[in-house]
């Protein structure tokens, strides 16, 4: 089960300094879906990536802006980004490893 992080501003100055990590925090829908990626992860979901857009909701941004944002996200080693097992054409988006071994390690200090 995810780890509910107690929300203190430790926490998010920690994703800020953080070198993956400090690219949710840029955009007002970032954060919830780094959120929405690791609980995902969490229920093995073979969500897509539009089903993954719909869950954003609070500042949802534009499909396009959205897309941009993952290929910034994929460039920069943040997320990944597999293609489903049950279907080709779906592209899973999940928080890639570097990312989710630098949120648990902001998790265990900031508590």
């Known amino acids: 089960m995810v780890l509910l992080a107690i929300m203190t501003i430790e926490f998010f100055r920690s994703l800020n ?4 990590l400090k690219w949710f925090p840029r955009k007002p829908f ?5 959120f929405i990626l690791e609980q995902l992860e969490e229920q093995d979901s073979g969500k ?7 869950l ?5 941004p534009q499909k396009g ?3 941009l944002y993952v290929n910034e996200l994929c460039a920069e080693g943040v997320i990944d980004i597999f293609y489903s097992k049950e ?3 779906r592209k899973i988006l999940r928080l890639s490893n570097f ?5 648990l390690n ?3 200090s900031s508590h």
């Open 87 to 89: 279907k080709r054409s």
């Open 99 to 103: 990312s989710k071994l630098a949120l």
């Open 65 to 67: 802006t959205f897309s």
């Open 17 to 20: 300094n953080d070198a993956r």
């Open 30 to 34: 970032g954060l919830e879906l780094m």
């Open 106 to 108: 902001i998790r265990k």
């Open 56 to 60: 954003i909701q609070h500042n949802r």
């Open 48 to 54: 897509g990536i539009d089903d993954t857009w719909l």
